[in-house]
């Protein structure tokens, strides 16, 4: 397992609730799915942090995931389900119940709030892989976790059979340079930031988990798949086309533009739980002009409309 297996567009799904918040709306989660699949996005990660997962209750996190594999495994479409935190015994036990549930493997985003050593990091990862026999995502966001998985570190969990890939969010082009030269190439370097998929890509990397394929999957993975095979002008240019959604996905915390940009699109309710709250209405129009002037809603409206006709 490795890079030949997971490789491509990933979306980092949302998670929709009733309009008040206190449920799953499992219809708009099937209609999000199929926009997915039909999209063309190469695998689907339920449950991670773009999914709202601290504030899932345990079996809201079972149920999503039961979902996701009910309807990508007859696509033919992986499932990565989030399984992170800092609390490395719950992670086990959860990730070994996704096991349970058929998904193809998990994405673990490093401890939050702990601030582990990179030794710590380490052993938190070594034991996740021990007890759970399934590929693992490791998941590097600093800006949100307040401690970085270093090149290093990360080499030395990438030499793990089943820690197969990582989802590199520092932000940092340098540090994702250096992992690029120190991974063999049987490990999949991701993308955390839609932005800077193409130069990752560039670097050596072979896809993303994005936020912006909820909104633009077939877009986003023609994107990638342009650059798996060299045609970096036709990447360059859909990232052009895509980037100021990109950005504007980020103008508040996500994954708060992005649930109101599907809502926009009418694929969910906006609802969140807190601490998330509905977007400035002033950012809530920057939004709306950018989601216009991308196509997306145009291309979705269109879309939905020759659903109905047939």
Not at 45 to 51: A, E, I, K, L, R
Not at 204 to 228: H, T, W, Y
């Amino acid at each position: 397992m490795g890079s030949t297996m997971l490789k491509g567009c990933g979306t980092a799904l949302v998670t929709p609730f009733t309009p008040d918040g206190s449920r799953l709306d499992e219809a708009a989660f099937r209609n999000l799915l199929r926009y997915q699949i039909e999209g063309g996005v190469h695998f689907l990660v339920p449950c991670g942090t773009t999914g709202e997962s601290p504030t899932l209750a345990h079996e809201e996190a079972l149920r999503v995931v039961e979902m996701t594999v009910a309807q990508a495994k007859p696509a033919g479409v992986p499932v990565y389900a989030g399984a992170g935190g800092n609390n490395t015994a719950k992670i086990i036990e959860l990730a070994l119940e996704y096991q349970a549930l058929g998904v193809d493997g998990i994405l673990s985003v490093s401890p939050y709030y702990n601030k582990p050593t990179q030794e710590g990091l380490y052993q938190h990862y070594l034991a996740i892989a021990k007890a759970v026999p399934l590929p693992i995502i490791v998941y590097n966001v600093p800006g949100r976790t307040a401690s970085n998985v270093e090149p290093a570190t990360l080499a030395r969990l990438a030499r793990i059979d089943n820690i197969v890939a990582v989802k590199e969010a520092s932000g940092n082009i340098s540090q994702m340079a250096e992992i690029a030269a120190m991974i063999s190439d049987g490990f999949a370097l991701l993308s955390g930031d839609d932005s800077i998929t193409l130069p990752l890509m560039a670097l050596g990397g072979v896809g993303v988990i994005s936020v912006v394929s909820n909104e633009a999957p077939g877009d986003m993975a023609k994107l990638v798949n342009a650059a798996l095979r060299g045609d970096y002008g036709e990447a360059r240019r859909r990232q052009k086309r895509l980037l100021p959604l990109m950005q504007a996905n980020f103008i508040e915390s996500s994954p708060i533009p992005v649930k109101a940009a599907l809502a926009m699109m009418g694929l969910i309710e906006e609802s969140y739980r807190l601490p998330l709250v509905p977007m400035k209405p002033e950012n809530r129009a920057k939004l709306q002009s950018v989601l216009e002037q991308s196509g997306v809603l145009t291309n979705y409206d269109a879309r939905r409309t020759d659903r109905v006709a047939v």
